[in-house]
């Protein structure tokens, strides 16, 4: 498929696909109305699988359209370094700096003396998915529906195992089911913010679109490093995750060559 659309044809379709991508996190989730033991090996396989999607989606959604865009080359390669950078230092920067719990690991960090806990997880929620909507947002922001259906599948995919892990500490934490649930579901409905964001951006200055493209690579990138891959190594479980992380990369890789 390699379709182009006009503007707001585009728009109209990453937002929608966008949110779509944002409530497979829901589905995900739906096992803790049926069981609550999941074991540490399975979550981290399955974390390690959306830590492979992740990286797939990034390195051939966002990487290789951002050289492309850039002109290919030195100067291809240069914006796309500079934008992987500045998204990476800015996710640091609002990780460091916004007062928020992680999700996973429940590490607390910014100055959140004045925050209820529940403010908290909203916070991390957003700070962890803002990237993947922006990247399905910049991923449609040249008209081409191919690359942003690619990246919006692959966010889906990864956010399966995200929904289900993020819904299991809250319910570790004492929430509960139901409302361990639309917690976690409200983890991808912030996605299509970060979409319309990255839309609004491209369509606005067109010239950007390879650095944008790299900026949300960078912060997917240190999402992916920061808190998904980590998160996989604390059980002893780690060549097992690593085994998910390899899988869920082919599987993502394949489908991006071969469906879209």
């Given at each position: 498929m390699d379709?182009?659309?006009?503007?707001?044809?585009?728009?109209?379709?990453?937002i929608i696909t966008s949110i779509l991508a944002g409530f497979s996190t829901g589905i995900g989730a739906l096992p803790i109305f049926f069981t609550k033991k999941v074991s540490n090996k399975t979550l981290d396989m399955m974390l390690g699988f959306a830590a492979g999607v992740m990286l797939a989606a990034t390195s051939f959604s966002l990487v290789i359209p951002a050289v492309e865009a850039g002109g290919g080359g030195f100067r291809g390669a240069g914006i796309t370094l500079i934008g992987i950078l500045l998204g990476g230092i800015f996710l640091d920067f609002t990780d460091k700096h916004s007062p928020h719990v992680h999700l996973l690991d429940k590490r607390e960090e910014g100055n959140k003396s004045s925050l209820a806990k529940m403010w908290l997880f909203i916070i991390a929620i957003t700070i962890h998915n803002f990237p993947e909507g922006l990247a399905v947002g910049v991923g449609f922001g040249d008209g081409n529906v191919?690359?942003?259906?690619?990246?919006?599948?692959?966010?889906?995919?990864?956010?399966?195992?995200?929904?289900?892990?993020?819904?299991?500490?809250?319910?570790?934490?004492?929430?509960?089911?139901?409302?361990?649930?639309?917690?976690?579901?409200?983890?991808?409905?912030?996605?299509?913010?970060?979409?319309?964001?990255?839309?609004?951006?491209?369509?606005?200055?067109?010239?950007?679109?390879?650095?944008i493209l790299a900026f949300a690579a960078g912060a997917m990138l240190f999402v992916i490093s920061d808190e998904i891959i980590p998160e996989t190594h604390k059980n002893g479980y780690e060549r097992e995750a690593t085994y998910g992380v390899l899988i869920g990369f082919v599987i993502m890789m394949f489908l991006d060559v071969t469906l879209v």
């Open positions: 379709a182009i659309l006009n503007p707001e044809n585009v728009i109209l379709v990453g191919s690359n942003g259906l690619s990246i919006a599948i692959g966010i889906s995919l990864q956010n399966l195992p995200e929904g289900l892990a993020v819904a299991l500490a809250l319910v570790r934490e004492k929430y509960s089911t139901k409302k361990a649930f639309l917690i976690a579901m409200l983890t991808g409905l912030v996605e299509p913010i970060g979409a319309f964001i990255g839309l609004l951006l491209v369509n606005i200055a067109k010239p950007l679109l390879p650095l």
